[in-house]
C-alpha cells in the first residue's frame, strides 16, 4: 500500500512541486496544495521540496507464494509448426526447474497439435497442457490470453516463459496485466536464487550500453519473454515420463474482439536467424554496392546476409537483415563481420555465434576482442580473394566428383 500526505505546516508554497511533476498531478488551489487522486507516487516532487512538506510511505504486504511451483513454457506455434524458439525456452526452464527441485511446464495451444505434444515431452517437460481445437489453429490474442491466463491460475506457476517473438511481445504483456505481475522483456540470461527462489532475469538497457538484472520478488508468477538464439536448445531425454493433459476450450468464455480475413506472408524480408552461417556487413562497407560483394561470399558458402544498424540507417540494406539489439538475434556456426566496429549494441545480437571471423582495416576495432579470427585489411581486397579460394575449392570439389 502507498499513499502521499501533505505535512501542511511545512509548506510555504514555494510550487516547486508544481513545476516539477511530469504528469500535472500538483497544483496549487485556494492558496492550498493539492494532488490529484491519480498520483503515480513517483517521488519526483518529493525530492525537489526542501521543507520536505510532501510524505510518500510505501507498505508492502507480505504475500504467500508457497501455491506457487514449477516453470511454465510457452509451447508457441506457427502453421502447425513448434517454433525453435520453444526448445530454447524448455532447455533453460529444465535447468531452472531442476535447481529448485520443482516441474517443468508446457502449454500448446493450436489445433493438430497432438504429434508436437509428445515431441516437447521427449525434452524433458513434466506436464504438457494441450488446448486442441480448430478455433485455435490462428494465433488471436483475445483468445489465447484467456486460455493461458485461466490456466495459470490454475495451476499457478512460480516462473512463467515466453519467447520474444512478434506473437510472444503481443502475448506476454496482455497476460502479465491480467495476471497483475511483472514482465521483464527481451531477456539475453536467466538464473535462479535457488534459496529464496527468485528468477535473474538479465536484458540490455539504455540502448544496450548496459546489463540490468531484475527480479520480481513481490508478484507470481515471474514472467519473462526471451530472445530466440540466446539459449542452448534442450537436448532429449531418453526415458521421458511427461504426461499430457488434455484442456477443454469453453468458447463462451472467450471474448474474441477480431476476425481473420486472411494471411500473407511476407517473403520480402530476410530470414537470418536461423542461418548457420552469416556475412554481415557494416558501415565500414562505404557503399551500398559492398552488399553486392556481402551477397557473393554468403553465396559461395551458401550463407545469407546480415547487417550492422549503421549500414541499414544508411538505407544501403533492409530492416529485416539488421543484427543487434535493435535488430535481430542470431547464433549461427560461422559469423563474418565485414567492416562493423562492434558496438556493444551489436554485438548482443551475435556474440554467441559459434565462431566469428572479423575483417575490417582498424586494428583496434572492438569487434577483434570477440572474434575468433581476424583479418586487418581492405574488404574490397580481402573479400574477393576469399571468394576466389572458395570458388577454387567448389570446382575441385566438383571435378574430383565427375
Known amino acids: 500500500m502507498t499513499k502521499i500526505e501533505i505535512i501542511i505546516k511545512n509548506c510555504n508554497k514555494c510550487q516547486r512541486c508544481v513545476k516539477t511533476c511530469p504528469f500535472g498531478y500538483i497544483s496549487f488551489i485556494n ?69 529448485v527441485k520443482e516441474d517443468l511446464y508446457c502449454v500448446l495451444v493450436g489445433n493438430g497439435m497432438e504429434d508436437s505434444a509428445y515431441e516437447l515431452i521427449t525434452y524433458g517437460v513434466d506436464k504438457l497442457y494441450l488446448f486442441n481445437d480448430t478455433s485455435l489453429a490462428k494465433f488471436k490474442e483475445d483468445t489465447y490470453t484467456t486460455l493461458i491466463t485461466d490456466l495459470v491460475e490454475e495451476i499457478k506457476p512460480s516462473i512463467f516463459l515466453i519467447g520474444a517473438t512478434a506473437i510472444g511481445r503481443s502475448l506476454a504483456p496482455r497476460i502479465a496485466v491480467r495476471l497483475k505481475t511483472g514482465l521483464t ?24 550500453n548496459v546489463m540490468a538484472t531484475i527480479i520480481c520478488p513481490n508478484h507470481r508468477p515471474q514472467m519473462a519473454t526471451v530472445r530466440y538464439k540466446v539459449m542452448r536448445k534442450a537436448e532429449k531425454k531418453p526415458n521421458p515420463e511427461g504426461e499430457i493433459v488434455r484442456k477443454n476450450v469453453n468458447q463462451t468464455k472467450i471474448r474474441d474482439r477480431t476476425k481473420i480475413v486472411d494471411f500473407f506472408r511476407n517473403n520480402d524480408g530476410a530470414n537470418i536467424t536461423g542461418a548457420e552461417i552469416i556475412v554481415a556487413g557494416g558501415k565500414g562497407l562505404g557503399q551500398s554496392d559492398g552488399f553486392t560483394l556481402m551477397k557473393e561470399l554468403a553465396d559461395a558458402l551458401g550463407g545469407s546476409v546480415g547487417a550492422s544498424r549503421a549500414a541499414v540507417d544508411e538505407g544501403w540494406i533492409p530492416y529485416a537483415n539488421q543484427v543487434g539489439l535493435s535488430g535481430k538475434t542470431v547464433r549461427p556456426k560461422l559469423y563474418i563481420a565485414c567492416g562493423i566496429s562492434g558496438a556493444v549494441q551489436h554485438l548482443a545480437g551475435m556474440q554467441t555465434s ?18 575468433e579470427f581476424g583479418i586487418v585489411g581492405d574488404i574490397y581486397k580481402v573479400v574477393p580473394e576469399l571468394i576466389m579460394e572458395l570458388k577454387k575449392k567448389t570446382s575441385a570439389k566438383n571435378t574430383r566428383g565427375i
Open 31 to 99: 492558496e492550498s496544495l493539492v494532488i490529484d487522486e491519480n498520483c503515480t507516487y513517483c517521488s519526483a516532487c518529493v525530492s525537489v521540496c526542501k521543507k520536505k512538506a510532501i510524505l510518500i510511505t510505501r507498505k508492502e504486504e507480505k504475500k504467500d507464494f508457497s501455491g506457487y511451483r514449477g516453470v511454465l513454457v510457452f509451447g508457441e506455434q506457427r502453421e502447425g509448426k513448434v517454433a525453435d524458439v520453444v526448445y530454447e525456452l524448455v532447455g533453460k526452464g529444465r535447468e531452472l526447474a531442476d535447481k
Open 185 to 208: 522483456a527481451d531477456c539475453t540470461e536467466l538464473d535462479i536464487d535457488a534459496e529464496k527462489k527468485l528468477l535473474v532475469q538479465t536484458r540490455p538497457a539504455f540502448g544496450g
Open 354 to 371: 559459434d565462431v566469428i571471423v572479423a575483417i575490417n582495416k582498424d586494428p583496434e576495432a572492438p569487434i577483434f576482442n570477440v572474434s
